[in-house]
């Protein structure tokens, strides 16, 4: 079963870089499409990007396109988020997500497709 763990969260400069990891302990992850939400309080959870299972599939939110890269590495069990140019209104909790998917190639920016999240990790954007 897949038990995702976030990592990388921290406080950063506007402008600056992040990159955000995502664990599995359960070492299942090469088998589940992953994706990366955001929360701010008071907010809905926005979609931020997503890859498919086999990594070759790649889809992002419009305000994060040219911006954030997602990747996988399936030997290691995690999933990365780089975030560049970082923003203020990047500001929020990040959270891991995965969906239990057997098309190699399907993506999803639908927060209820997923069925196993991360706990979350804190990404503080200062001026």
């Known amino acids: 079963q897949v038990q995702l763990v976030e990592s990388g969260g921290g406080l950063v400069q506007a402008g600056g870089p992040l990159r955000l990891s995502c664990a599995d302990s359960g070492r299942a992850l090469s088998r589940y499409a992953t994706g990366w939400f955001r929360q701010v309080p008071g907010k809905e959870r926005d979609f931020v990007a997503a890859?498919?299972?086999?990594?070759?599939?790649?889809y992002y939110a419009d305000s994060v396109k040219d911006r954030f890269s997602i990747s996988r590495d399936n030997a290691k069990n995690t999933v990365y988020l780089q975030m560049n140019s970082l923003k203020l209104e990047d500001m929020a909790v990040y959270y891991c997500a995965a969906r239990d998917t057997s098309n190699p190639g399907s993506v999803s920016d639908t927060s209820d497709s997923y069925g196993y999240w991360g706990q979350g990790t804190q990404v503080t954007v200062s001026s």
């Open positions: 890859i498919s299972r086999s990594g070759r599939i790649k």
